[in-house]
């Protein structure tokens, strides 16, 4: 399938172009925290809130009024403000005060509370799409996000979504989707006519006496999927395949921050089960382990590892449908391949990459709004087998070699310019993806 969710709606826009044109703002001071080091905290206050509320901030803070002030501290906040993707800089000033206190003063550069935009999808099943598209980076102030998004041309799709790093005070992720595609689906040769109804939810236990990264996963969706022609047996029914989906699994999310992260480890285990008691004719288990680690060497330079096993059993018959199928080849699996090259119902991705800042974080400012950009280059190997048996990578393991550009644009995570091969045959294919290549492949865009 070519369901993307919220990862497709962070592509590239005509209002990220815009920004990323915009005159740079005047450098700031350099935070001077140490000096507040170890001083009781004895206010704080907030500058550039033109759109964000007050108690969204406040819960991100781990300095607290009547505490010492710690420099950690203040670098865990900034790392979790900039991750709420609603600001283009955070920094803090901090004022000597009275018996040995200290005033602290958060300054925010906001990002645009709402964007139009032109929503762009690049996949190997359905090749280039676009259409209008709206996105609250910050709805009501409550570091909401929320989209309504259209594309046409290599696939007609409609989706509306919500997403967020909190629900109200809760220690709670969450993103919600419904999407609707009409479209021809080329990998598996029919007329896709489909709904998909998402809900995917990370608790944080950081709250419940557990380490910080620690997260319980919980996740359900609704498929619905009928073909609008009727004469390719892609079903499993006649009537379409209607699939509800349950999982629950882990996450220790140890990254140093979620959007472009410099160190630390990703580690996710989940299981869902995909009809079966649940109901509908589908009746199989899916087992996932999504690794990535972030390993810096040197000032500039990131390692990063990524592992990404996706593994079907309990599929007797016809029970499982081709139309969730894993397809590898192109940019969001293996370079140098073509777009469809492999198939299987279960499937094992390997990465290794380097990313070189090229150009480091910049904040840009349009009017009373502000934005941010990074270049980065990119080097790397990727390796990927796919099979249909209950064991292993008993198929033949393919690899290849890949480089390019990676730009980082507010509201965006980045966008990837890379070229590849095969290991076997040096003959480049050129492509265009988004966001980080395991978030697009764990979503089914191909």
């Known amino acids: 399938m070519a369901s993307v969710f919220r990862f497709s709606s962070r592509c590239t826009s005509i209002a990220g172009l815009l920004l990323a044109l915009a005159a740079p703002a005047r450098s700031q001071r350099a935070d001077l925290c140490r000096d507040a080091d170890s001083l009781r905290v004895q206010s704080q ?7 964000t509320s007050r108690e969204v901030v406040q819960r ?8 010492r ?5 203040w670098q865990a906040e900034q790392a979790r403000l900039e991750d709420l993707d609603i600001f283009a800089e955070v920094s803090l000033q901090t004022a000597p005060a009275k018996d040995s ?10 990002l645009p509370p709402y964007i139009p935009f032109v929503a762009v999808s690049k996949t190997e099943q359905d090749g280039l799409s676009l259409g209008p598209a709206l996105a609250s980076l910050n709805f009501l102030g409550q570091g909401v996000r929320a989209e309504f998004i259209t594309r046409f041309g290599g696939t007609t799709e409609f989706q509306a979504s919500l997403s967020s790093t909190r629900l109200l005070d809760l ?11 009409d479209s021809y689906n080329r990998f598996e040769s029919f007329h896709e006519d489909s709904w998909r109804i998402k809900l995917d939810m990370a608790q944080g236990l950081g709250e419940m006496g557990l380490p910080d990264p620690a997260y319980l996963i919980y996740a359900g969706e609704l498929f619905l999927l009928q073909d609008g022609k009727g004469d390719s047996g892609i079903l499993l029914s006649g009537n379409g395949d209607f699939v509800p989906r349950l999982a629950a699994g882990l996450l220790w999310d140890g990254r ?3 959007h472009n992260p410099r160190r630390g480890l990703y580690q996710e285990l989940r299981v869902t089960q995909n009809g079966g008691f649940l109901g509908g004719p589908a009746d199989y288990r899916e087992w996932l382990s999504d690794t990535r680690a972030y390993l810096p060497w040197q000032t500039r330079n990131t390692l990063v590892l990524g592992d990404l096993y996706q593994f079907r059993d309990g599929i007797l018959g016809s029970s499982f449908g081709r139309y969730d199928r894993f397809h590898a080849g192109g940019v969001n699996t293996l370079r140098g391949y073509g777009n469809d090259a492999f198939q299987g119902k279960s499937e094992i991705v390997f990465t290794i990459e380097n990313r070189t800042d090229l150009v480091r974080k910049r904040t840009l400012r349009l009017w009373r709004w502000s934005a941010y950009y990074g270049l980065q280059g990119i080097l790397g190997w990727e390796g990927a087998s796919l099979w249909d048996h209950n064991s292993l990578l008993e198929r033949d393991f393919h690899s290849g070699w890949y480089g390019g550009l990676h730009v980082l644009i507010a509201g965006a995570d980045r966008i990837r310019f890379e070229a590849g091969s095969k ?4 003959q480049l294919e050129y492509d265009i993806g988004i966001l ?5 492949q764990r979503f089914r865009a191909r």
């Not at 991100?60 to 505490?67: D, F, K, Q, S, V």
């Not at 002030?69 to 501290?73: D, E, G, V």
């Open 45 to 51: 206050e907030f500058q550039g809130l033109g759109t």
């Open 256 to 258: 140093d921050r979620r």
């Open 171 to 181: 220690p709670l992720k969450y993103d919600f989707a419904v999407l609707r595609v």
């Open 69 to 73: 002030f710690t420099c950690a501290n």
């Open 436 to 440: 980080d290549k395991a978030d697009i």
């Open 60 to 67: 991100e803070l781990r300095n607290r009024i009547g505490e």
């Open 101 to 110: 206190g200290v005033v602290l003063t958060y300054a925010f550069r906001e």
């Open 423 to 426: 290991s076997a045959k040096f």
